[in-house]
């Protein structure tokens, strides 16, 4: 499974006019915990390792480049999955083994999230929190099953937010806002690395 999309930072007057030509969906509280070795050996490569609801995920990037318009990650979702594209031996439990391997948690991010679908398009407006972080952010996604639809998926979401007057700019997801600004230390090592830029 393969998600393509754009994040956005949303205005009052544009939640309304998502509101107006969208359905709504459920809204769920969720909290993630973010993995990686203590020289953030996975982040460095855009790879993000969670556990959502005890749930272990791991999104790596299928684009090369810094040059991508948009999110492209294949989600993978089954422990020994998880395991074997990290290179770690199953032993015990996907917890406990990434454990043995160095793996720590640096980010523990509550998020509420309203979802609402429009067509094809799903539209994430989420809170998020930590402590005294707190971030609203809006994502339009679709999801693909297979790579060769990615630059057509990315043609649709980038058509669809400018038909909402959405400005096509690069936004920070949660997680690197995060880092930006409560961990300055692990945020500058992805910034020396190439992995990110400033805008």
């Known amino acids: 499974m393969i998600k393509v999309e754009k994040k956005f930072i949303l ?25 990686d070795t203590d020289d953030y050996f996975l982040s460095q490569k855009d790879i993000w390792l969670r556990s959502r609801e005890e749930n272990f995920e791991l999104k790596v990037p299928v684009y090369s480049g810094l040059q991508r318009k948009i999110d492209q990650y294949e989600f993978v979702i089954e422990d020994g999955k998880i395991l074997q594209k990290l290179g770690i031996v199953r032993v015990h439990g996907i917890k406990k083994d990434l454990e043995v391997a160095g793996y720590i948690h640096f980010c523990d991010l509550k998020t509420t999230r309203k979802k609402y679908l429009c ?36 043609e649709k979401i980038l058509e669809f937010s400018k038909s909402l007057g959405l400005k096509d700019v690069y936004v920070n997801g949660k997680v690197r ?23």
């Open 119 to 154: 067509g094809e398009f799903s539209i994430d407006l989420d809170f998020v929190e930590c402590e005294d972080f707190t971030y609203n952010i809006a994502e339009i996604g679709l999801t693909i099953m297979d790579e060769s639809l990615v630059k057509q998926a990315v």
């Open 11 to 35: 205005t009052a007057k544009d939640i309304e006019k998502v509101l107006e030509i969208s359905q709504f969906v459920d809204e769920r509280l969720f909290r993630d915990i973010y993995y």
């Open 177 to 199: 806002e995060y880092l930006k600004q409560k961990r300055p230390d692990h945020y500058k090592v992805l910034l020396n690395s190439g992995m990110i830029k400033e805008y």
